[in-house]
């Protein structure tokens, strides 16, 4: 009966062996062994062996944040012998910081990190979470304390590029790779957000009396431009209007010359053998002036010259010659 208890109780702790030897460890997760107290190494994903009683997990202690549906935030801490090799993200609660011109603001940050050493991450920090938590609240503290609240409110991006730098380079001690960090929330004090919106305000009624008074520039310079162009348009066409009209008036005087020319011609051509063509020309003209001197509505009294007696004494001799010329 004693061995047959003996044996059973061998069974099981064969079995209890067994069972606690066997480690399965998940993807993109290790385990940090210790042998007696001492680091014997890192157990990859996958079906792992190890001695019980002899080889242990290293557990570590990881804070962790929770916010409530209040807005408080919760704070615990667990403890776990496997690390996740996956980018974690931390969410920092909102911390008071005060800024260069002596403002006080409320900030919350998100750090996005990743374990790349897990034997670093174990024995070179005892609360890695905390560890990087406190680094963040003391740097962004720093970052924020060298500008103004105007800087802080458009330089997001530089703030979050800096701080990622210095948290890279501090945690590269404790194997942890910081990916990004972004800040979530800048929230100035109730005051300072009434001056800003108030700034903001006037600025946006500055901008758009500038606007106004670029448009009505804008449409006066058109208006001018549309007058200026429309009288040189019109002085234009009353320039070629008059050149125009000069030809025209040219051209007429240049043809009425011509049949004048041309009348002249066939009249001294037809008179030629019978008498004077000069003195009938003279006399033709001054029939043709007297004409226009005595027409009209009005009695006229016209003074000749003496001159003139002679010339009228010559129509005689024109009907003469035209007589002559005829035959």
């Given at each position: 009966?004693?061995?047959?208890?003996?044996?059973?109780?061998?069974?099981?702790?064969?079995?209890?062996?067994?069972?606690?030897?066997?480690?399965?460890?998940?993807?993109?997760?290790?385990?940090?062994?210790?042998?007696?107290?001492?680091?014997?190494?890192?157990?990859?994903?996958?079906?792992?062996?190890?001695?019980?009683?002899?080889?242990?997990?290293?557990?570590?202690?990881?804070?962790?944040?929770?916010?409530?549906?209040?807005?408080?935030?919760?704070?615990?801490?667990?403890?776990?012998?496997?690390i996740?090799?996956?980018?974690?993200?931390?969410?920092?609660?909102?911390?008071?910081?005060?800024?260069?011109d002596?403002v006080?603001?409320?900030?919350?940050?998100l750090?996005?990190?990743?374990?790349?050493?897990?034997?670093?991450?174990?024995?070179?920090i005892?609360?890695?979470?905390?560890?990087?938590?406190?680094?963040?609240?003391?740097?962004?503290?720093?970052?924020i304390?060298?500008?103004?609240?105007?800087?802080?409110?458009?330089s997001?991006?530089?703030?979050?590029?800096?701080?990622?730098n210095?948290?890279?380079?501090?945690s590269?001690?404790?194997?942890?790779k910081?990916?990004?960090?972004?800040?979530?929330?800048?929230?100035?004090?109730a005051d300072?957000?009434?001056?800003?919106?108030?700034?903001?305000?006037a600025?946006?009624?500055?901008?758009?009396?500038?606007?106004?008074?670029?448009?009505?520039?804008?449409?006066?310079?058109?208006?001018?431009?549309?007058?200026?162009?429309?009288?040189?348009?019109k002085?234009?066409g009353?320039?070629?209007?008059?050149?125009?009209?000069?030809?025209?008036l040219?051209d007429?005087?240049?043809?009425?010359?011509?049949?004048?020319?041309?009348?002249?011609?066939?009249?001294?051509?037809?008179?030629?053998?019978?008498?004077?063509?000069?003195?009938?020309l003279?006399?033709?003209?001054?029939?043709?002036t007297?004409?226009?001197?005595?027409?009209g509505?009005?009695?006229?009294?016209?003074?000749?010259?003496y001159?003139?007696?002679?010339v009228?004494s010559?129509?005689?001799?024109?009907?003469?010659?035209?007589?002559?010329?005829?035959?």
């Amino acid at each position: 009966m004693g061995s047959i208890i003996f044996i059973m109780l061998l069974i099981i702790f064969a079995l209890i062996f067994c069972v606690k030897s066997i480690k399965i460890v998940q993807q993109a997760e290790v385990m940090i062994i210790e042998r007696l107290g001492k680091f014997d190494r890192i157990l990859e994903s996958g079906f792992q062996f190890i001695i019980p009683l002899i080889d242990n997990p290293r557990s570590i202690a990881w804070k962790q944040n929770q916010t409530l549906a209040d807005g408080r935030t919760y704070t615990y801490y667990s403890f776990k012998d496997r690390i996740d090799l996956r980018e974690s993200v931390f969410d920092f609660p909102r911390q008071n910081v005060i800024t260069k011109d002596n403002v006080s603001i409320g900030i919350n940050a998100l750090i996005y990190f990743q374990i790349v050493n897990p034997k670093s991450a174990v024995y070179e920090i005892q609360n890695l979470p905390e560890a990087i938590e406190k680094l963040t609240q003391t740097t962004l503290r720093n970052i924020i304390g060298e500008l103004d609240l105007d800087e802080v409110l458009v330089s997001r991006d530089t703030i979050n590029h800096k701080l990622r730098n210095i948290l890279d380079e501090a945690s590269n001690k404790w194997g942890v790779k910081v990916n990004r960090v972004e800040l979530q929330d800048v929230i100035p004090p109730a005051d300072i957000q009434a001056s800003m919106e108030k700034q903001m305000k006037a600025e946006r009624d500055r901008r758009a009396a500038i606007l106004e008074a670029e448009g009505l520039k804008k449409s006066a310079i058109l208006e001018a431009e549309g007058l200026k162009e429309s009288a040189i348009n019109k002085a234009e066409g009353e320039k070629q209007a008059a050149i125009l009209k000069a030809q025209g008036l040219a051209d007429a005087r240049i043809l009425q010359a011509e049949a004048e020319k041309k009348a002249i011609e066939l009249t001294i051509e037809a008179i030629a053998n019978s008498g004077q063509p000069d003195k009938y020309l003279i006399a033709m003209k001054y029939l043709e002036t007297l004409k226009e001197m005595v027409s009209g509505q009005n009695n006229k009294v016209i003074y000749m010259p003496y001159e003139a007696t002679g010339v009228l004494s010559s129509v005689d001799g024109i009907k003469q010659m035209l007589d002559g010329a005829k035959k």
